[in-house]
């Protein structure tokens, strides 16, 4: 089946600092990559759609400028949180689909602390 | 308002009976709608999918019922085991292949031996 992998799968950094986190797709191209969130015990929340080669699509109340998602190559999209608070603590989870699949694999997820 | 709810936050059943999971979706119009299973500290692994025309799904041990009328999916595991332990999400998919899943909160199960 189809694999997704993120890196790093922990991370702890201290408020203000930047954080980047990989999603690849290792056997199959995605020209979409999605990026959810989810805090202890709530659901999967979608972040952004991630497009190869154009800007990304955040949902209502994301802020862009703060997660900046770039999707350079039909394998990779990036997560970058930006001046990480406290309250950006949290599970992110990337998935990805084969172009002309109806399933999505998801990574393993990256936790992120921050101090 | 639109809304996705899976009955149970938890649900414990002894190994070898049938763990049923409901879940109920309210205004939308799902052209797909998945299960998936998400261990402690892990992404979610995906189990079944099953299409708006379609009533019911197999594989294995699992049996997915997708009801549009009723606007529930049911989850059923028979024989469980306590591998099978877990919380299982629903998620829908609105439009089109590739597009982003709405999830709801998931049933974590638990399977006593």
């Known amino acids: 089946g189809a694999v997704v992998s993120q890196h790093p799968s922990w991370v702890i950094c201290k408020s203000g600092t930047s954080v980047k986190i990989e999603c690849r797709s290792l056997d199959f191209q995605a020209t979409t990559m999605f990026w959810y969130r989810q805090f202890p015990k709530q659901s999967l929340m979608l972040m952004a759609t991630?497009?190869?080669?154009?800007?990304?699509?955040?949902e209502q109340g994301v802020e862009k400028d703060k997660f900046l998602i770039n999707h350079a190559s039909l394998t990779l999209s990036t997560l970058t949180v930006t001046s990480a608070h406290p309250e950006d603590s949290s599970f992110y989870i990337c998935s990805a689909g084969p172009t002309k699949g109806d399933t999505q694999y998801f990574g393993p997820g990256t936790r992120l602390t921050v101090l | 308002s639109q809304k996705i709810e899976q009955n149970s936050e938890a649900l414990n059943i002894q190994e070898g009976k049938t763990a049923t999971l409901t879940c109920n979706y309210t205004?939308?119009?799902?052209?797909?709608l998945q299960w998936y299973r998400q261990d402690p500290g892990r992404g979610p692994v995906f189990l079944l999918l099953i299409r708006e025309n379609e009533k019911e799904k197999r594989k294995e041990r699992l049996k997915v019922t997708f009801d549009t009328t009723l606007k529930q999916s049911l989850f059923h595991i028979t024989a469980s085991q306590p591998a099978d332990s877990a919380t299982y999400l629903c998620?829908?998919?609105?439009?089109?292949?590739?597009?982003?899943?709405?999830f709801g909160k998931g049933t974590t199960l638990s399977v006593s031996s």
């Open positions: 205004n939308y119009s799902p052209a797909y």
């Open positions: 991630s497009n190869e080669g154009s800007k990304a699509t955040y």
């Open positions: 998620a829908l998919q609105i439009n089109q292949a590739g597009t982003a899943l709405i």
